[in-house]
Nanobody, 122 residues
Framework: QVQLVESGGGLVQAGGSLRLSCAASGIIVRRTAMGWYRQAPGKQRELVGAIASGGTLTYADFAKGRITISRDNAKNTAYLQMNSLKPEATAVYYC????????????????WGQGTQVTVSS
């Protein structure tokens, strides 16, 4: 059984940083494409970025320069480091896993975590 468990969300002031974790079980993170998505109230879920099994990183335009995705193979965990946070980053953040290449769409991911709330105050 595959499980993805996000943690690290919370309330942070604008300009602050957060690191989200996605602990995986039932899959091997280094052999899996891991994606991070977010969904703000009243908006569609959108891609933040992803890391391919080979380590290639891809980011949404809004994330470039402020967000870093990484993984720790020994801990079988993926991370989302967010810096210089703005109030518009307030959303529920989800990690997702896909066997094979990074999917073009969210529907291509095989597994999803339950999400973790990130709230950025102004």
């Amino acid at each position: 059984q595959v499980q993805l468990v996000e943690s690290g969300g919370g309330l942070v002031q604008a300009g602050g940083s957060l690191r989200l974790s996605c602990a995986a079980s039932g899959i091997i993170v280094r052999r899996t494409a891991m994606g991070w998505y977010r969904q703000a109230p009243g908006k569609q879920r959108e891609l933040v970025g992803a890391i391919a099994s080979g380590g290639t990183l891809t980011y949404a335009d809004f994330a470039k320069g402020r967000i870093t995705i990484s993984r720790d193979n020994a801990k079988n965990t993926a991370y989302l480091q967010m810096n210089s946070l703005k109030p518009e980053a307030t959303a529920v953040y989800y990690c997702a896993a896909a066997r094979g290449k990074i999917p073009q769409r969210s529907g291509g991911y095989d597994y999803w975590g339950q999400g973790t709330q990130v709230t950025v105050s102004s």
